[in-house]
T-cell receptor
Framework: GAVVSQHPSWVICKSGTSVKIECRSL??????MFWYRQFPKQSLMLMAT?????????EQGVEKDKFLINHASLTLSTLTVTSAHPEDSSFYIC????????????FGDGTRLSIL | GQQVMQIPQYQHVQEGEDFTTYCNSS?????IQWYKQRPGGHPVFLIQ?????EVKKQKRLTFQFGEAKKNSSLHITATQTTDVGTYFC?????????FGTGTRLKVLA
């Protein structure tokens, strides 16, 4: 149980393109999802907390107009990287909670984004 | 802001040797979670510790939460090649977790 699907797994696109990444909880409802960014051989950096039906909470230093998050249902959150540039190239990964705080996070497989 | 550091950053061990990674938080934690990330994969939840001084075991893995709830450790006895990966601790903040810097483990057969 507790499967999280993330799509797409790999994106290569030109500079200036907007890219949408989907994160779905397949067999449970997730009121809270997290979006992380991970650089090679580094830790996961929390970008934002996505709550169903409300605005996402962004971490300090993360541009909310650059990284648009929508959590429209209890099973889907999306991250849109707007007008992507090469410095946005990274591994983006989402996670979902099956319950409230203090529960394990279940991660998607991640999206490797490469901006040319 | 809250910081969670892990040492060592890298560890190479011979198969059969023991391995320990240490996690230290700049602030007191309500609980701590441990995750394992295989190369090219996503983090997988291992365990959660909540109580001060708590010790939990999973087969060859032993997890410990410090008395002050600011540090934790993961010890693997008699490592196997399947233990390869990066081990992260994640300290609980308010409805979010701050991941540690991670320890990358390589096991030489």
């Amino acid at each position: 149980g507790a499967v999280v699907s993330q799509h797409p797994s790999w994106v290569i696109c030109k500079s200036g393109t907007s890219v949408k990444i989907e994160c779905r909880s397949l067999d449970f409802q997730a009121t809270t999802m997290f979006w992380y960014r991970q650089f090679p051989k580094q830790s996961l950096m929390l970008m934002a907390t996505s709550n169903e039906g409300s605005k996402a909470t962004y971490e300090q230093g993360v541009e909310k107009d650059k990284f648009l998050i929508n959590h429209a249902s209890l099973t889907l959150s999306t991250l849109t990287v707007t007008s992507a540039h090469p410095e946005d190239s990274s591994f983006y990964i989402c996670s979902a909670l099956t319950g409230g705080g203090g529960q394990p996070q279940h991660f998607g497989d991640g999206t490797r984004l490469s901006i040319l | 802001g809250q910081q969670v550091m892990q040492i060592p950053q890298y560890q190479h061990v011979q198969e059969g040797e023991d391995f320990t990674t240490y996690c230290n938080s700049s602030t007191t934690l309500s609980n701590i979670q441990w995750y394992k990330q295989r190369p090219g994969g996503h983090p997988v939840f291992l365990i959660q510790l909540v109580k001060s001084g708590e010790v939990k075991k999973q087969k060859r893995l032993t997890f410990q939460f410090g008395e002050a709830k600011k540090n934790s450790s993961l010890h693997i006895t008699a490592t196997q090649t399947t233990d390869v990966g990066t081990y992260f601790c994640a300290g609980a903040g308010t409805y979010k977790y701050i991941f540690g810097t991670g320890t990358r483990l390589k096991v030489l057969a």
